[in-house]
């Protein structure tokens, strides 16, 4: 499968009053046209900071890429310049984000947000985006999306709200969508909905997804192939079927292990203790050090690379390594 993202050894920092800290270390993605990759983890684990590094998008003057490539078609956007970066949100690359009423404008109706991508990157006349803009408001199931195309946002609620933003994403048919928790504010019926919605316009455009989630569930029925993130480090990656039937990594496992499960009886759901270390307070050794029932001292002194263990599978951990080994 060709690749269409690809990001290489990717280091973000911000900078805070308490010094320069570090969002994302050394993280290596990548995404194939046509394929659903899911990236999940824990608040505070990186995934959202590295959407906004592929979208250029880091608060300015705050967070920047200070390490590594982001590769979409081959162009390296961190070496882009801001005009051409200009050229390429929206048309190539496009983000759903996880709050559409933060996401719109609120002094402008759906139907002129909608036209303004199609007139700066494609060339349409106001006109032209009118109408297309009801089109692509029908496309995402809409009803009465000449009336719709007329309203603010605020006259539409939240499941509405959503799949406006998801048709301004789709509007110049990007190469890659980029999904941001976009169905954690929504209710579980809408939130399959836009899920399937998601899947359906993935498979008719053939573009890649990048859909990022703390949601288990919602990875396991829409992706192809998962990336766990865990304190600015991806620990696991595999495709779906494998990482849900056989974990490699602790971290993995818990997230796994706390999903509630109508046969089994436990009076408690199973947690993982402690939480995820403030950036700039991560442990010396392996970052999940401190919560791992395996912990060894190695564990705490050093920490281990990401370990192929077949079948595209890969795990950042010393017990996948002893196995790879003891083969």
């Known amino acids: 499968m060709p690749q269409l993202l690809e990001v290489t050894d990717l280091h973000v920092t911000y900078t805070t009053d308490a010094g320069p800290v570090q969002a994302v270390a050394g993280l290596d993605l990548r995404v194939g ?103 692509l408001l029908d496309e995402v199931g809409i009803p009465q999306a000449a009336r719709v195309a007329g309203d603010y946002p605020h006259q539409l609620s939240g499941g509405m709200r959503q799949r406006v ?71 696991e990656e595999a495709g779906v079927a494998k990482l849900f039937a056989h974990p490699a990594h602790p971290y993995t496992r818990g997230l796994l292990d706390s999903i509630p499960r109508l046969d089994d009886e436990r009076a408690r759901l199973a947690s993982i203790p402690g939480q995820v270390p403030a950036p700039g307070q991560t442990p010396a050794g392996c970052r999940f050090s401190s919560r791992c029932s395996h912990v060894a001292d190695r564990c705490r002194e050093r920490e281990p690379g990401l370990v192929a263990l077949g079948g595209g599978q890969a795990s950042r951990c010393w017990l996948s390594l002893d196995e790879v080994e003891a083969r």
Do not use: W
């Open 165 to 235: 933003v998801i048709a301004m994403a789709m509007a110049c048919r990007p190469k890659l969508l980029i999904a941001d928790e976009a169905t954690t504010a929504l209710d579980v019926t809408i939130q399959a909905q836009i899920l399937d919605l998601l899947r359906e316009l993935q498979q008719e455009s053939g573009m890649g997804l990048l859909l990022i989630s703390h949601d288990l569930g919602v990875v396991a029925s829409t992706c192809d192939r998962v990336a766990v993130m865990y304190a600015g480090r991806m620990v």
């Open 33 to 135: 046209a046509g394929e659903v990759v899911g990236l999940v983890g824990e608040s505070g684990c990186g995934k959202s900071a590295t959407a906004l590094s592929i979208m250029a998008l880091l608060p300015r003057n705050v967070g920047r890429v200070t390490g590594g490539s982001i590769a979409l078609n081959g162009v390296d956007l961190v070496r882009e310049r801001e005009s051409a970066l200009r050229r390429v949100r929206g048309r190539d690359v496009a983000m759903v984000f996880q709050d559409p009423m933060t996401s719109l404008n609120p002094a402008y109706t759906v139907g002129d947000q909608l036209g303004e991508p199609l007139r700066t990157h494609l060339g349409m006349s106001r006109d032209e985006a009118a109408r297309r803009a009801r089109e």
